[in-house]
């Protein structure tokens, strides 16, 4: 396998904000094509370990490597596309699923000046991916949660990511539709082998669509695909809150 086939490598990282350990000596290898799933409780260091893996904080302590580079030397961003929590989007702006896609080109407007018709196609190829090209004229303040979400989704998609961030993707969306919108990533991943890393404190509904998941509370205590998962015991669970004293 070639160094660029492993599309992130987190090596014995750890990690405080001051004195309390928040993430303890994490080790972690995502290969070109892996849905992994970061699962953990509230607290547990998921959002500090995104951070981390997306440079947004210094690597103080182990080594983070994206496409076999260090992230602090890392430069090619437009290879990762970032889905944020829903909650935290403002959504009732005045403009169309079309647009809101459109806005993900942002970085490449000086190249779409002169290119308008290409821009068109890819915010169309990014939706239909969604499966909400149908949608593209609509205000995105009309759509379901789930629709928004997968318009975001298709935001992060147009730049034509090879790894595609998401975290908590599914806070706040009817449970009704979060089945559809794990569809889409599953679609994606194995359609277009599209790397895909998902952080969330529900596992249930990514466990038929996930091929790998790390279970972190500070330090990774499982890593493993979905039927190893579903083998588990609750006892197993007890251990990871730290809670096998009582
Ligand atoms: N900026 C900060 N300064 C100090 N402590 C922080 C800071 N950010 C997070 N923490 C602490 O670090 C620990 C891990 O937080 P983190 O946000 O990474 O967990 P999480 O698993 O993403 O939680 P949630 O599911 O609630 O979003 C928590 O105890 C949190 O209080």
């Not at 981390?52 to 290879?79: A, D, H, P, S, Y």
């Not at 998401?166 to 089945?179: M, N, R, S, Y």
């Amino acid at each position: 396998m070639s160094e660029s086939e492993t599309i992130i490598e987190v090596k014995n990282v750890s990690y405080r904000y001051d004195e309390t350990k928040v993430l303890e000596n994490i080790t972690l290898s995502v290969p070109r094509g892996t849905f992994l799933t970061i699962v953990g409780p509230n607290g547990s260091g998921k959002s500090t370990l995104l951070k981390l893996i997306t440079g947004l904080l210094k690597c103080r302590e182990g080594e983070i490597r994206l496409f076999g580079k260090r992230v602090e030397e890392f430069k090619e961003w437009e290879k990762i596309g970032y889905v944020s929590q829903k909650a935290n989007r403002s959504i009732h702006f005045p403009a169309t699923a079309f647009e809101v896609v459109r806005s993900g080109l942002a970085k490449r407007t000086g190249l779409f000046r002169f290119y308008p018709k290409e821009a068109k196609d890819q915010v169309m190829e990014a939706l239909r991916a969604v499966d909400m090209e149908r949608y593209a004229g609509q205000n995105i303040g009309a759509l379901s949660g789930g629709e928004q979400q997968r318009v975001f989704i298709a935001r992060a998609l147009v730049g034509k990511p090879e790894l595609l961030v998401l975290d908590e993707p599914t806070a706040g969306v009817d449970v009704k539709i979060v089945d559809a919108l794990m569809e889409v990533l599953k679609k994606l991943n194995r359609e277009t082998r599209l790397t895909l890393l998902l952080v969330t404190h529900d596992i249930a509904p990514v466990l038929p669509v996930t091929s790998q998941i790390a279970y972190l509370n500070r330090t990774i205590h499982f890593l493993g695909n979905a039927g190893e998962f579903r083998r588990l015991k609750n006892e197993d669970f007890l251990r990871f809150y730290g809670l096998d004293a009582y």
